[in-house]
């Protein structure tokens, strides 16, 4: 996993998931550098797991609470531009959102 200030990224390898990376980093800020906030990313079976998490730290020992809100996100679409406009350039679909039949792993 990647750890960027108080975001961690787990399995985000491929080309859209780096995209997807940077989106998250800029719509969920690092908090102040005394903050014990983590929020935490986690691409597992083409779903994207969000955590956000406290933790504790005492000695060699670090005890995470997590405080929520948890939810999954499945990536659609990559578009550049704004969601209004509805001439931006497509960069990336999931296929499998286009093709039913087959049951296989994007990100």
């Not at 780096?18 to 903050?35: A, C, G, H, M, R």
């Not at 933790?55 to 997590?66: C, F, H, I, P």
């Not at 999931?94 to 087959?102: E, Q, V």
């Amino acid at each position: 996993h990647t750890h960027t200030h108080a975001h961690i990224f787990f399995l985000f390898k491929n080309r859209p998931c780096t995209q997807v990376k940077s989106i998250l980093k800029y719509l969920y800020p690092v908090p102040k550098e005394d903050s014990t906030r983590v929020i935490t990313f986690a691409n597992v079976e083409d779903q994207i797991s969000f955590r956000h998490h406290t933790y504790k730290q005492t000695g060699k020992e670090v005890a995470l609470s997590e405080i929520g809100p948890r939810f999954e996100m499945k990536l659609y679409q990559i578009r550049q531009g704004t969601v209004d406009q509805s001439d931006a350039d497509n960069e990336w679909t999931a296929s499998h959102f286009l093709n039913t039949s087959k049951k296989k792993r994007y990100l």
